[in-house]
């Protein structure tokens, strides 16, 4: 299940959500936005990246390297509330917490 608040880019950036990291992981490809925009033109965010983002922003901070919680996120975003990292690591997100405040 995914967060049910949609977000905006502001409220993303005010949670600590830098521009620089939002660049580094959509040249990355860990987020996808609907439209990349190019030199001078901004990027559209579907709310479902914006969601994305924050959760990567959640995991980095709580020590996952960036593709792990590109992975995770994603892999939440599907549905699926556990996610596998690695041979019997298991990481549960829990949707009820992720609607607190940071």
């Given at each position: 299940?995914?967060?049910?608040?949609?977000?905006?880019?502001?409220?993303?950036?005010?949670?600590?959500?830098?521009?620089?990291?939002?660049?580094?992981?959509?040249?990355?490809?860990?987020?996808?936005?609907?439209h990349a925009g190019g030199t001078g033109n901004a990027?559209?965010?579907?709310?479902?990246?914006?969601?994305i983002a924050d959760l990567m922003r959640r995991l980095?901070?709580?020590?996952?390297?960036?593709?792990?919680?590109?992975?995770?996120?994603?892999?939440?975003?599907?549905?699926?509330?556990?996610?596998?990292?690695?041979?019997?690591?298991?990481?549960?997100?829990?949707?009820?917490?992720?609607?607190?405040?940071?």
């Amino acid at each position: 299940m995914s967060i049910t608040r949609p977000l905006t880019l502001d409220q993303v950036l005010k949670r600590g959500l830098t521009y620089r990291q939002l660049d580094h992981w959509t040249r990355r490809g860990w987020l996808r936005p609907a439209h990349a925009g190019g030199t001078g033109n901004a990027r559209v965010w579907p709310a479902a990246e914006l969601q994305i983002a924050d959760l990567m922003r959640r995991l980095t901070r709580a020590g996952l390297a960036a593709a792990a919680a590109a992975q995770a996120a994603r892999t939440h975003q599907e549905g699926r509330l556990l996610v596998k990292l690695g041979p019997g690591l298991v990481l549960a997100i829990d949707t009820d917490l992720l609607s607190e405040a940071p």
